[in-house]
């Protein structure tokens, strides 16, 4: 059974923002209001929800994408017709390598922003305690944040991090030259205002101001950074005193509008004002652009500065996509390893099974009910099998998953396990505990010691009834699936 | 040594000057580099530094009681340049400087031809307030190029901002939207008050010398108007707080009416002030 991982998607390339406001999932990440159901094709799902992309990744099987598709629909109350236009799918190694690029922030509005791994290990949270994921996006995902943190790490794409507030700061200079002289406001005091704010420290800010619905928020932020705080009721006098103003609430509709602005301008003897609204949906109304010495930037507005900044790291970003692209290779490989599990599995069961059989009956012919001895056994038992077994479990790993599937299947004829494999997917949630190099031989439990304490002649009866139920079991006259007889007496199918 | 200073070598040195700092001044520009820019502004100054040499060591005397159009925009070159070497110290700008050295070479590429074409003074016109007149209106008309300039890319960058389109990549050093409105301001409150000095000083001394204060001249005329909207710019930027791109717009007025007024009335009309009636 083939399972794909598939993430659909749009952001700030294929949408604007008002088309990402009409589909972000911003409430419905919650455990509460989770979109995206499991069930039918879905069998593990995250939804990433941002200002600049709102993306669905899901492991499933079958047609996943329309069953994303019509779940994040109606969780926005439209049409597929209406959302699809706008988004992107992408299937297995692709989803794998854009989340990889999305965690290292490869494929950010502004190239190594930082802000973007918080917000996907949040929207990893969310889907966690919605008991949305499993074993393979769970590992996915911490994957994801290992690949974003190998980036920051061993290539310079990061090194002076930026950031949309970032972008807004250089807008800000094209405007104003120096910043020393000039009073910067805050609206909203989240954790892009406080991007912002410390950008703004760092290039010489003569005062922050700080604003926010909750007058306690903006006083600690404000304290924060040795600035103001100025209650919401009075932004319109404030702004009077204000040249760049960063809006990033979380309010439904604008809060700033031109006619407020115009009265503003003229108390501030038309000193320019420089508007930069991060907030989704926004926060300024964009007729204030229109006014003269007023300039006003939302999300998209910054990807000017953003193409700027990725022309300068893009001999860092070829180096971050080949750690993406090998780590890809890497996850793909864990992905096919886990086909091979349930095959590793039995074989280890098996050979315990063995261990078990043969130290029982090797005890009952000594008859001896020496337990050290009887320890001794187990131990040399454990010993053989594990260096019986290295060769075949190493020949299932070797390879693709295309080879991997030939090799499930000789190993399986080989050693006469249950050809009925289950899929790597039902058996992962048992696979749980087994990391992708640690496959352990489980700690001897046989469990025939204790349940069957029984006499040696029963035991020589049982041991005769089934060699017997065995070699009845495959025969030229009722041939095995697994045989078809031509192992007669032998199979143990 | 003579013939170094004799005025068509110096002219073609500070015109040589001049083109270096402006083509290297473009090319540290467009390549974004500082190094480049601050020798181009570095070898403009050179340039200025010659020319005033050569003003002061007066090799126009050699064409005694003379005024040529060349002389004339030479002379309008150094006020550029002198405006742009005052903005490059001021505000650590060295752009204005290299638009300058662009436009000077333009005024000293007219100039070289018309060097020889020496128009003699009349006596009555040998007096303080005539020189008044000349460097204050010389002055300002300096500034008022440099406010052009100035003003021409504050409504470009501002045009893009608005717009929010991104800068091509030999502009992204242009100085910043309130510098530029910074440099545009200073210029007109500099030049308004020299403006209208020189024309005080002409009217007053038109008196004697023509008869009236007001003699129709179209120099007279055109003048006035222009004295009319840098007043309105003035009064703007003072008492209304003007900004931006209402005064830019109204000084690249100022500045077309002003080179109309240099270029069409002294060349091609029937004017006190024309060259061919001087």
């Known amino acids: 059974m083939d399972c794909d991982i598939v993430l659909v998607g749009l952001n700030y390339r294929t949408a604007a923002v008002d088309v990402r406001e009409r589909f972000a999932l911003v409430h419905q990440t919650d455990p509460e209001n989770w979109a995206l159901p499991l069930g039918g094709a879905v069998h593990e799902a995250l939804i990433l929800s941002t200002c600049n992309r709102v993306e669905l990744l899901a492991m499933g099987t079958g047609d996943v994408r329309s069953q994303m598709l019509s779940a994040w629909a109606k969780a926005r109350q439209a049409s597929v017709q209406d959302l699809e236009p706008y988004t992107y799918t992408y299937h297995n190694d692709d989803a794998v390598r854009h989340l990889f690029s999305v965690a290292s922030s490869l494929d950010s509005m502004v190239l190594g922003e930082p802000q973007i791994l918080g917000q996907l290990k949040q929207a990893y949270r969310k889907a966690a305690a919605s008991h949305a994921t499993g074993v393979i996006l769970n590992h996915l995902l911490h994957k994801a944040f290992s690949v974003a943190k190998r980036v920051r790490t061993e290539t310079a794409v990061a090194s002076s991090a930026v950031s949309i507030s970032y972008a807004a700061v250089e807008l800000a200079k094209r405007i104003f030259g120096t910043m020393n002289e000039h009073r910067a406001m805050l609206i909203g005091a989240g954790e892009m205002a406080e991007l912002a704010a410390t950008h703004l420290v760092q290039n010489g800010i003569a005062e922050i101001l700080v604003s926010n619905r909750t007058y306690s928020k903006a006083e600690e932020l404000a304290r924060f950074y040795h600035g103001r705080a100025v209650p919401f009721e009075h932004l319109n006098s404030a702004f009077r005193d204000v040249d760049i103003v960063i809006t990033s609430t979380g309010a439904p509709e604008a809060i700033i509008h031109a006619k407020d602005i115009r009265q503003v301008l003229k108390a501030r003897r038309n000193r320019p004002m420089f508007f930069i609204d991060i907030a989704v949906p926004r926060d300024v109304d964009p007729d204030v652009n229109g006014l003269d010495n007023i300039y006003l930037y939302d999300i998209d507005d910054l990807k000017e500065v953003v193409e700027e900044n990725r022309a300068s790291r893009r001999g860092e970003a070829i180096k971050a996509e080949g750690i993406v692209e090998e780590e890809m290779v890497s996850f793909r490989d864990w992905l096919a390893r886990l086909n091979v599990q349930p095959t590793i599995k039995q074989l280890v069961q098996i050979g315990q099974d063995t261990i078990c059989d043969e130290v029982e009956r090797t005890m009952r012919r000594l008859g001896s009910t020496d337990e050290t001895l009887k320890e001794a056994l187990e131990c040399m038992g454990q010993a053989l099998v594990k260096k019986f077994l290295h060769a075949p479990i190493s020949y299932l790993k070797e390879g693709d998953s295309a080879e991997h599937s030939r090799h499930i299947l000789t190993i399986q004829q080989v050693f006469n396990l249950d050809g009925h494999c289950q899929s790597r997917f039902a058996q992962s949630k048992h696979a749980e505990s087994q990391e992708e190099d640690g496959l352990q031989f489980p700690a001897f439990s046989c469990s025939c010691t204790a349940d069957r304490a029984e006499s040696g002649e029963q035991a020589k009866e049982n041991a005769g009834t089934q060699e017997a139920d065995k070699a009845s079991s495959c025969s030229k006259d009722k041939p095995c699936t697994c045989c078809q007889g031509t192992q007669e007496g032998l199979c143990h199918a | ?278």
């Open chain 2, 1 to 278: 040594m003579t013939s170094l200073l004799s005025p068509a070598s110096s002219t073609l040195l500070t015109l040589v000057l001049y083109a270096f700092a402006g083509v290297a001044g473009m090319l540290g520009m467009i390549l974004k580099n500082q190094t480049i820019r601050v020798v181009a502004a570095t070898v403009a100054t050179c340039g200025f530094i010659l020319q005033t040499v050569i003003l002061f060591m007066g090799f126009h005397a050699q064409t005694a009681g003379g005024l040529s159009l060349g002389a004339y925009l030479q002379m309008m070159a150094w006020f550029v340049m002198l405006c742009g070497l005052v903005l490059w110290i001021k505000i650590h700008q060295e752009i204005p400087l290299l638009f300058g050295a662009l436009l000077s070479l333009v005024l000293f590429c007219f100039s070289a031809r018309s060097l020889q074409l020496v128009v003699h003074v009349p006596g009555s016109l040998h007096a303080p307030f005539y020189a008044l007149h000349i460097g204050a209106l010389y002055i300002s008309l300096a500034l008022i190029a440099i406010s052009f300039v100035a003003g021409l890319a504050f409504l470009y960058l501002d045009q893009r901002l608005k717009a929010r389109k991104p800068l091509p990549h030999f502009l992204r050093d242009l100085p910043a939207l309130n510098i530029l409105d910074s440099i545009n301001s200073t210029a007109t409150l500099a030049g308004f008050p020299l403006f209208t000095t020189g024309i005080v000083c002409g009217l007053i001394y038109a008196r004697p010398v023509y008869g009236a204060t007001l003699t129709g001249d179209p120099k007279e005329l055109i003048s006035l108007v222009i004295w009319a909207c840098f007043a309105v710019i003035f009064y703007g930027r003072v008492c209304r707080g003007w900004r931006g791109r209402k005064p830019a717009r109204l000084m690249a007025l100022v500045f077309v009416l002003s080179l109309f007024s240099i270029v069409g009335v002294n060349l091609f009309m029937n004017s006190h002030h024309a060259f061919t009636r001087i």
